[in-house]
T-cell receptor, first 116, second 114 residues
């Protein structure tokens, strides 16, 4: 089975621009979660999507948004980029069966975003 | 609120044991996890422990959980240079939405020297 793939792997943007990152989950996985990783804050949960609906959300401003398509692929968007948005953005997918734990998540390699 | 703390750096010699420590604050956590992140890669789940257990052993890995002190540790026996990576501990907590989330520590960089 192919793993979680994220595109692009690297991205450079300037302040004020917007960016869209993509995540393709493992085949058959229906839940996709997004995380932001920075040296100062570590790994922080952004949001989780399941069946095209956001079912959980972290404490990030509204500039961060996401969506999930019917094939479970997910995108996240950051509008009006700030320097502090420079980070590694990780996506993780899981099958999402009843009673599952977060330990069933598989992480992608991440997209490294640099905002200048 | 939830908070997970780890020491930032650990250096050991090849063949020694490594012990990475973690403290957490949310007593309602269900599972606690250890992840490994190698350069340029995502997170790989190493092992986990259910909150009502106090120890779990998995080959070279031993996880100890002291629920009273909210302290978790990961011991790697016979540490190898290939174990050099960043190690994250994480707690899983059921949120108000009815779905659980993971709260991560900032990670411990383990450097293994030959």
């Amino acid at each position: 089975k192919a793993g979680v793939t994220q595109t692009p792997r690297y991205l450079i943007k300037t302040r004020g621009q917007q960016v869209t990152l993509s995540c393709s989950p493992i085949s058959g996985h229906r839940s996709v979660s997004w995380y932001q990783q920075t040296p100062g804050q570590g790994l922080q949960f952004l949001f989780e999507y399941f069946s095209e609906t956001q079912r959980n959300k972290g404490n990030f401003p509204g500039r961060f948004s996401g969506r999930q398509f019917s094939n479970s692929r997910s995108e996240m968007n950051v509008s009006t980029l700030e320097l502090g948005d420079s980070a590694l953005y990780l996506c993780a997918s899981s099958p999402s069966f009843a009673g599952e734990t977060k330990g069933t998540q598989y992480f992608g390699p991440g997209t490294r975003l640099l905002v200048l | 609120g939830e908070d997970v703390e780890q020491s930032l750096f650990l250096s050991v010699r090849e063949g020694d044991s490594s012990v990475i420590n973690c403290t957490y604050t949310d007593s309602s956590s269900t599972y606690l996890y250890w992840y490994k992140q190698e350069p340029g890669a995502g997170l790989q789940l190493l092992t986990y422990i259910f909150s009502n257990m106090d120890m779990k052993q998995d080959q070279r890995l031993t996880v100890l959980l002291n629920k009273k002190d909210k302290h978790l540790s990961l011991r790697i026996a016979d540490t190898q240079t290939g174990d050099s990576a960043i190690y994250f501990c994480a707690e899983e907590v059921l949120g108000n939405s009815g779905y659980s989330t993971l709260t991560f520590g900032k990670g411990t960089m383990l450097l293994v020297s030959p």
